[in-house]
């Protein structure tokens, strides 16, 4: 899809269609040029009408702020991709946050227009494919060429959104840590500052990442960690980024029920989203010296399967009781999140589609933080606010920790209570960052949106490419913080 800034007025623009946001169910602004029609279509100024005879699209949107235009935007695709049209005109409205709102449009127009058809006999291809925004205003000198910038960055955005899409819905047989290893090598080909260091099991055992392994024990598939780092010229902080990469989880030995392992080769999602955001930072050229740490692995059952009651001796040291080889995310992540530390970053952030008590408890809409910083996770949840992902602040407390203690080892891998789940296992991984991170860590459980059953919002069912965008706003806001820019 092509985008376009018009310098002139919309009218003087030709195109197949035009589309037209009522903000607030406000049908009074002069945009509107329909109007004596919408009594008759019982439009009131929220949803969406298509007026073939005028080539005109009405689209409701709640407020011009970023998510409800990121909607609107796919809205429109959606409403008009079944049509014969091509080309699209919309004159956008001048307001103080004028270039992030456009950039959410054109992210809304990228996001809603994916689809995973590689699997589909018949592909359907649809013929909306540029799109003009269309401003006198933009005469002015300065605002245009930010703008055009802004609209850049959008398509960065949503690429590496969609990327992440393609990659977790890819299917468990050909999504395998190897084939997370070559993508990973390839964006590192492609991309400039972006290196790749992929190693194997033999590296993994002289690191002792035992748990790690244990949890690979019985896939025919060899693990890989796998280490993307980005090094700009300048950097304000070293980042590390953790992702649980297992490409299915059959829940091992502690085998799941037909109906929960549908759906587990999404168990990648955090992997997949720390490759993409690292390859969006570098494409944007973020202030960050980045490092994604992925630990990639199947966790399949077998003669040499782990099993509940073996104790894992891990990479930091720390003995794990195995009590549900279903808990396998926490494993990976306590040997990748050691390796991490090694690194020495000023700021680590693990993600990982790690418990189901995370979707029962916040729904499949949110994202669950988890940490020991308070300020850290609020200004998280603040800066990443307009990408329009959602996040709920989890609280560790004490009676929480006691009930990872085993009586064998040093932590168990299964909580001893029923309740609670999504915090306990936060709690798991924080048994193994050492003191001097225990404020520079966050934990983001995103077991709910990574994927989706049924479509809502921009997200068509499938994979959503949870954290992306959320990482890449949070990232964008803390380097305008740092360099005292607006
Ligand atoms: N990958 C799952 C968590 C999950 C469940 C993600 C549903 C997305 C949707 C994870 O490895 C798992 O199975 N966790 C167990 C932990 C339990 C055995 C302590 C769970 O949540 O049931
Ligand atoms: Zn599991
Ligand atoms: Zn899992």
Redesign the pocket.
């Known amino acids: 899809m092509k985008f376009e800034l018009v310098n002139s007025d919309i009218s003087e623009i030709s195109a197949d269609f035009e589309a037209i946001f009522v903000v607030d169910k406000n049908l009074d602004h002069p945009f509107i040029k329909d109007a004596e029609k919408f009594d008759f279509y019982g439009f009131k100024g929220d949803g969406v009408l298509v007026l073939p005879e005028s080539r005109r699209i009405y689209v409701g949107i709640k407020a011009l702020e970023f998510d409800a235009v990121r909607l609107g935007a796919a809205k429109i695709y959606n409403s008009l991709k079944n049509y014969k049209v091509k080309s699209l005109k919309m004159a956008i409205y001048i307001c103080g946050c004028q270039k992030k709102s456009l950039s959410a449009v054109v992210e809304g127009f990228l996001l809603g227009s994916y689809e995973f058809n590689r699997y589909k006999s018949e592909k359907k291809s649809y013929d909306l494919s540029e799109i003009y925004f269309a401003n006198n205003e933009f005469s002015g000198k300065e605002l245009k060429p930010k703008i055009v910038e802004a609209i850049g960055e959008a398509e960065i955005l949503a690429k590496f959104t969609n990327f992440a899409k393609d990659c977790i819905n890819e299917i468990p047989e050909i999504y395998t840590p190897l084939k997370m290893a070559a993508d990973a090598q390839n964006l590192a080909n492609e991309i400039p500052n972006l290196t790749c260091e992929i190693y194997d099991e033999d590296y993994l055992k002289s690191e002792n990442m035992n748990a790690f392994l244990a949890v690979n024990r019985s896939s025919v598939h060899p693990p890989r960690l796998i280490h993307l780092v980005y090094k700009p010229e300048m950097a304000l902080q070293k980042i590390a980024l953790v992702g649980k990469g ?1 490409t299915y ?1 059959s ?1 091992g030995l502690s085998l799941k029920p037909g109906d929960y392992m549908l759906t ?1 080769k999404s ?1 990648k999602s955090g992997a997949i989203a720390v490759m993409s955001i690292i390859a969006a930072a570098a494409s944007l050229k973020l202030p960050f010296e980045i490092h994604a740490v992925m630990g990639a692995t199947e966790n399949m059952i077998g003669g040499n399967s782990y099993k509940p009651d073996d104790v894992l001796i891990s990479r930091s040291g720390k003995t794990i009781e195995v009590r ?1 080889t ?4 926490r494993l990976v992540l306590a040997d990748c999140l050691s390796w991490a530390q090694d690194l020495d970053p000023d700021l680590i952030m693990d993600f990982a ?5 995370c ?1 029962v408890g916040l729904g499949e809409y949110t994202s669950a933080i988890m940490g020991n910083n308070e300020e850290l996770k609020a200004d998280f949840k603040a800066k990443s606010k307009p990408s329009g992902e959602l996040f709920t602040i989890l609280e560790f407390n004490d009676y929480l920790r006691d009930l990872v203690k085993s009586q064998i080892a040093d932590v168990s891998n ?1 909580a001893s209570s029923r309740y609670g ?1 999504a915090l306990t296992a936060g709690i798991f991984l924080d048994n193994f960052i050492k003191d001097e991170f225990k404020d520079k860590w966050m934990h983001f459980d995103i ?1 709910g949106p990574a994927y989706i059953e049924k479509p809502w919002g921009y997200n068509q069912a499938g994979a959503s490419g949870a954290a992306v965008r959320a990482v890449i706003y949070y990232l964008k806001e803390l380097a305008k913080a740092s360099c005292g820019c607006k």
């Not at 279903?326 to 995310?329: K, L, R, T, V």
């Not at 589609?353 to 008590?357: C, D, F």
Request: charged share 20%; proline share 0%; hydrophobic share 35%.
């Open positions: 297992l989880d829940g587990m168990d549900n279903d808990a396998e995310g589609t790690l418990t189901g008590a979707v299964t789940g077991a």
